[in-house]
């Protein structure tokens, strides 16, 4: 690693988190020795790529900074000799999560970008080209950190270390980081008065809360929570209150997303209800990143404008601008990640990736031990956890068996033939994006297994507005 001129790529360098990414950079222009930022997206991205670059180029300028921007469709000459690489893009752009939610949806079933048989697609398409990307990395530029934050974080991060062999990464969410920035206000505190203990997996984690004096005020939060909301929920997530005495038997708070599991009814009632009335999350969020694009067009924008916080998924990129810090002049940041367990959470494997508090600096992260959970949450967890193997595994290998397995296993869909009819209509769905499943697709158009009628005629009257992630 250069000491003095740091190469920084983002793969997904058009999406429009990327001004918040900049933002963050100009923020520690004193601790990073940045010379070069690639930004790297695919053709069908080149438009978004060359104006959220250009915004990129106004933004350092505007900071009176000299750092070289790049802007790239070739991937290999990016990360030739890299000393940091982000990752933030979408496999399929956005009309793949469009199907990801529409075709569960037409069944009755929970749409949802990383929960559900969504969340699964996901990462079958991402995995294999996650992969692509460590092997590029692994020739041109092999001392490298990667930085992701490509959803399903989580299990990507699982794709990386178990099946990419690669040991230096991070896998990154912008759940912990809202909950840290909101929570402390609800008693009157600043985060630095505060010490936050997380632990589970990426989506499906739960955590504790202690002042400097060691006393425990997660009850305290908690029933702020309950009678005022839940102040750091992601924008994407309906909010649904927990039960309080759910909460008061656990003692600890729980992930937003432990929604879509503790009020399982109510969630998707209300996925059901978009799905049928206003259009799923996917397709609002077209809509909020076209008007931000139209923003990002402005010659005169130079700033991240406040329209992003909307868009769902604020501080990601502030959160991968203090990992890169913390790396590189070893700061020892408490910061909560996916990283190989080693034992901090002890219901868990050893030798997999979890979500936890960790130390980071020079030699990456160093997860800060939790201890064991209590039955209902030791039994979740090994649950999610296993289906994520499960999940990573099939989407490495194409093994339709354990495609299949994931869907019986997953909570939020009902097992039995119309979870397999939507298995084989997803994979059918998405097949230009599932190479490793290209016998098991062949076979299923062999018998005449289609997408449904009204959900592609739906899908493809969004398609005219092309914007990618």
């Known amino acids: 690693m250069s000491r003095k001129a740091l ?88 009309q793949a999560r469009i199907k990801d939610e529409r075709i569960p949806g037409s069944y009755g079933m929970l749409g949802q970008e990383t929960n559900g048989a969504g969340g699964i697609f996901k990462a079958f398409r991402t995995v294999p080209v996650i992969l692509d990307i460590v092997k590029d990395m692994k020739e041109l530029c092999p001392n490298a950190w990667l930085i992701n934050f490509t959803n399903p974080s989580g299990m990507i991060t699982e794709a990386i270390v178990t099946y990419g062999k690669w040991k230096k990464v991070i896998g990154l969410c912008n759940v912990p980081v809202n909950a840290m920035i909101s929570e402390p206000e609800l008693i009157g505190k600043n985060l630095d008065e505060l010490i936050y203990k997380f ?138 990640v996916s990283t190989v367990n080693n034992g901090s959470v002890p219901d868990l494997p050893t030798d997999h990736v979890v979500e936890v508090s960790a130390q980071l600096g020079a030699t990456g992260a160093i997860p800060m031990a939790f201890g064991n959970f209590q039955p209902a949450e030791r039994g979740w967890i090994q649950l999610m956890k296993n289906m994520e193997l499960v999940i990573v595994q099939a989407a490495a290998t194409g093994d339709y068996g354990l495609a299949l397995q994931a869907f019986t296993m997953n909570p939020l869909i009902r097992s039995g033939n119309t979870a397999k009819r939507i298995l084989d209509e997803m994979l059918i769905a998405h097949k230009n994006y599932l190479p490793q499943f290209a016998d098991k697709i062949a076979e299923l158009e062999k018998q005449g297994v289609t997408v449904k009628d009204e959900v592609a005629a739906h899908i493809d009257e969004t398609m005219h507005v092309g914007v990618t992630e």
């Open 199 to 336: 632990a589970g997996i990426d989506h499906f984690h739960w955590h504790k809360v202690f002042d400097n004096q060691g006393n425990e005020v997660t009850m305290d939060i908690i029933n702020k929570m309950l009678g005022d909301g839940d102040a750091g929920l992601p924008k994407n997530i309906f909010d649904v209150p927990f039960y309080r005495e759910q909460l008061e038997q656990m003692k600890m708070i729980p992930c937003g997303y432990h929604r879509y599991y503790y009020r399982e009814e109510e969630m998707l009632k209300h996925s059901l209800d978009e799905f049928n009335n206003q259009g799923t999350r996917a397709q609002q969020v077209m809509q909020i990143e076209k008007e931000l694009f139209e923003l990002y067009k402005d010659p005169n924008l130079d700033y991240k404008p406040k329209q992003l916080a909307e868009r769902g998924g604020a501080h990601y990129s502030d959160a991968a601008c203090e990992s890169i810090a913390s790396i590189f002049a070893d700061k020892r940041t408490h910061m909560v």
């Open 7 to 94: 190469k920084l790529v983002t793969i997904g360098g058009g999406s429009s988190y990327t001004p918040e990414l900049i933002e963050g950079f100009i923020k520690r222009k004193d601790q990073l020795p940045i010379k070069e930022i690639w930004l790297v997206d695919i053709p069908e991205g080149e438009e978004k790529l060359n104006i959220v670059g250009a915004m990129a180029k106004r933004m350092v300028k505007a900071a009176g900074l000299d750092w070289e921007i790049h802007l790239t469709l070739n991937r290999r000459e990016a990360l030739k000799d890299a000393d940091f690489v982000s990752t933030q893009f979408r496999v399929g752009l956005m």
